[in-house]
């Protein structure tokens, strides 16, 4: 039995949009957190007592203020930002900074080299990141769908999924990258500063940092969640869009190697959103995590 503990906030049923189950690309090895936690099955108290959260701001970390930026990583904020127009956000693309931007038309059809299909999701081979089809707190609760799939190079170790909300087009998109050599606090200070160069930045505020702890479990979790690292996060009030205050929205941590990122951008009152947001980084960070601790990624050749 798993022992977790929840503070803070009151959740709704965590549940996804899917596909119909399409092949499988199955990997016993590694620990799928999305399966072994049921997060897309999860009731409202089994939420309760499953997640604990905690709040974290980047205004208020030493090592990140000290830390210089590595303009390498803009290319993930113009990738996402920059796409305007219907016909930018659902064709395949080619990114002006390097890289391929391709349209998921449908889950089960999708077919590109570094990626598999695995039951519901996509899954980034080489970094083990997790893309479900569709990502919703409850079966009621607010869906993103999953959108296109992001290559920012050809060595397939700098990736991203990203997520639109059919209602209004808010965004949520996933990224793992492979630069061992990039301190994880380079990384954050090069995210903020586009962000402030990109938004009308009006003030920074805490988020959500969302944690599982594990009582009695089997080795394989065990060992995922011993000495798991600790993210940063931060989150930049924007100004109104459409008289709807908003706000940007940082989570990256550093592991084994890669850099696991979620970026979001919400109105500024929809705790819903940012939860998910918060879990989907979790979920996120595990998955990479796991798959690196079983097979790590080896530097050097590159795919």
Same mark, same amino acid.
């Given at each position: 039995?798993?022992?977790?503990?929840?503070?803070? !906030?009151? !959740?709704? @049923?965590?549940?996804?949009?899917?596909?119909?189950?399409?092949?499988?690309?199955?990997?016993?090895?590694?620990?799928?957190?999305? #399966?072994?936690?049921? $997060?897309?099955? !999860?009731?409202?108290?089994? *939420?309760?007592?499953? @997640?604990?959260?905690?709040?974290?701001?980047?205004?208020?970390?030493?090592?990140?203020?000290?830390?210089?930026? #590595?303009?390498?990583?803009?290319?993930?904020?113009?990738? *996402?930002?920059?796409?305007?127009?219907?016909?930018?956000?659902?064709?395949?693309?080619?990114?002006?900074?390097?890289?391929?931007?391709?349209?998921?038309?449908?889950?089960?059809? $999708?077919?590109?080299?570094?990626?598999?299909?695995?039951?519901?999701?996509?899954?980034?081979?080489?970094?083990?990141?997790?893309?479900? %089809?569709?990502?919703?707190?409850?079966?009621?609760?607010?869906? $993103?769908?999953?959108?296109?799939?992001?290559?920012? %190079?050809?060595?397939?170790?700098?990736?991203?999924?990203?997520? %639109?909300?059919?209602?209004?087009? #808010?965004?949520?998109?996933?990224?793992?990258?492979?630069?061992?050599?990039?301190?994880?606090?380079?990384?954050?200070?090069?995210?903020?500063?586009?962000? +402030?160069?990109?938004?009308?930045?009006?003030?920074?505020?805490?988020?959500?940092?969302?944690? *599982?702890?594990?009582?009695?479990?089997?080795?394989? +979790?065990?060992?995922?969640?011993?000495?798991?690292?600790?993210?940063?996060?931060?989150?930049?009030?924007?100004?109104a869009i459409n008289g709807t205050a908003y706000r940007t929205s940082l989570w990256i941590v550093k592991t084994h190697g890669w850099h696991v990122k979620l970026r979001a951008t919400y109105g500024s009152? #929809?705790?819903?959103?940012?939860?998910?947001?918060? +879990?989907? $980084?979790?979920?996120?960070?595990?998955? *990479?995590?796991?798959?690196?601790?079983?097979?790590?990624?080896?530097?050097?050749?590159?795919?």
């Amino acid at each position: 039995m798993y022992q977790y503990k929840f503070t803070g !906030l009151a !959740l709704c @049923l965590l549940g996804a949009a899917c596909a119909s189950t399409p092949q499988t690309a199955q990997r016993p090895d590694v620990v799928n957190p999305y #399966d072994y936690y049921a $997060f897309d099955r !999860l009731s409202r108290i089994e *939420v309760a007592e499953k @997640l604990s959260i905690k709040s974290a701001s980047l205004e208020e970390n030493t090592a990140v203020l000290s830390a210089s930026a #590595d303009e390498r990583m803009q290319v993930h904020e113009r990738a *996402v930002t920059g796409d305007k127009s219907d016909s930018d956000r659902l064709n395949n693309k080619v990114l002006s900074g390097g890289g391929q931007s391709y349209y998921v038309q449908a889950q089960n059809s $999708f077919e590109q080299d570094g990626w598999a299909i695995e039951g519901d999701r996509l899954r980034h081979i080489e970094s083990g990141l997790l893309c479900p %089809s569709g990502i919703s707190l409850g079966e009621e609760g607010r869906a $993103f769908e999953l959108e296109r799939v992001i290559e920012f %190079s050809e060595t397939g170790r700098d990736v991203a999924c990203h997520y %639109s909300a059919p209602d209004n087009g #808010d965004g949520i998109t996933a990224y793992a990258s492979y630069w061992p050599e990039v301190e994880l606090e380079a990384h954050a200070v090069a995210a903020a500063q586009t962000i +402030i160069q990109n938004y009308p930045v009006q003030s920074q505020v805490t988020l959500p940092v969302v944690e *599982v702890s594990a009582g009695d479990v089997d080795p394989a +979790i065990a060992e995922i969640l011993e000495g798991i690292e600790e993210p940063l996060a931060g989150g930049f009030e924007i100004g109104a869009i459409n008289g709807t205050a908003y706000r940007t929205s940082l989570w990256i941590v550093k592991t084994h190697g890669w850099h696991v990122k979620l970026r979001a951008t919400y109105g500024s009152d #929809d705790q819903e959103s940012e939860l998910l947001s918060a +879990i989907h $980084f979790m979920t996120s960070h595990l998955a *990479v995590r796991a798959k690196n601790i079983a097979e790590p990624t080896m530097p050097g050749a590159e795919v």
